[in-house]
């Protein structure tokens, strides 16, 4: 995709899921990335692979929910660069419980990595491009961002929320020169699920009552990469994503019943104890 040849592009969680796969499939199309991970040895070694490959990469440590670290990765691409075409807001975590089992630690982790990330990297890149008068946002949400997800519901309220910054910049920015983006797929075969933590489940009995299969990262880069070539306002995916959007928004009842089967699955699972695990 010439979108993305010689374009300088910032990819954050990107040494894990659809972060490295985002990069890998940018680095393929001819991109200059600066790969920017929490999991600082990993993602030193995702960039050292792209380079060795062929590819023009660096690496760096970020918090995503620190705007300081945020804003000097920022800075020292654009000092580096000259520019940035492409701030891809990636970086996220999950926790899977419900809401009666869960404390407000796990809500204040979960937002800070999932929104106020989010928030950090589009604001600070946002003035950039302001400046430049060119640029694309790309913001990580989820399927449970438009349609909901019980057992999940720390996680799907910052995705909501992450597709309502981005569309109600998205109308700021036009007249500016940037694009915004909000990326909402389904379930992917991502570090994510083995990253989060579970509250009263096992990972594995979460991942095995699981609705549908989830799809290959690479595939979903792929996707995500020609609806931002596209300039797409919210690109969901794989079909059934698509189908159960629909159907939230044609009456939102309609999808009630996988709602149901969701919650029923995982309260069969639930346990009467306060063991918390993770996977």
């Known amino acids: 995709m010439d979108a ?10 990107a040494a894990s899921g659809i972060g490295r796969a985002l990069c890998e499939e940018l680095s393929r199309n001819g991109a200059i990335l600066i790969l920017a991970d929490i999991n600082t040895e990993r993602v030193q070694q995702c960039a050292s692979d792209l380079t060795q490959g062929g590819g023009r990469a660096s690496a760096a440590h970020l918090d995503v929910s620190r705007i300081e670290e945020v804003q000097a990765v920022i800075d020292k691409a654009v000092a580096e660069h000259g520019r940035l ?3 891809f807001n990636n970086a996220g975590i999950g926790v899977a419980g419900e809401v009666r089992d869960l404390d407000i630690d796990h809500w204040r982790r979960i937002v800070d990595v999932n929104l106020w990330g989010v928030i950090c990297g589009t604001t600070a890149a946002y003035s950039v491009m302001v400046r430049q008068g060119f640029g694309h946002i790309v913001n990580t949400a989820s399927l449970a961002g438009l349609i909901g997800y019980p057992t999940m519901t720390p996680y799907t309220t910052t995705k909501f929320a992450v597709v309502g910054l981005s569309t109600s910049l998205r109308e700021e920015a036009k007249g500016l020169g940037v694009k ?4 909402c797929p389904g379930f992917i075969q991502t570090g994510i699920f083995a990253a989060s933590e579970t509250v009263r489940v096992s990972m594995d009995d979460l991942l095995a009552k699981l609705p549908f299969k989830p799809i290959d990262a ?11 070539a596209r300039n797409k306002a919210i690109i969901v995916f794989p079909l059934y994503g698509r189908l159960v959007w629909w159907l939230r928004r044609l009456h939102w009842s309609l999808a ?3 709602d149901a089967k969701t919650l029923r699955d995982f309260r069969k699972a639930r346990v009467e104890t306060d063991t918390k695990a993770s996977v």
């Open 4 to 13: 993305f040849k010689d374009k300088v592009a910032i990819v954050t969680g």
């Open 218 to 228: 690479g595939e979903a880069a792929r996707i995500i990469l020609q609806g931002v």
């Open 180 to 183: 915004v983006t909000a990326v």
């Open 256 to 258: 009630n019943p996988l």
């Open 85 to 87: 075409d492409y701030m």
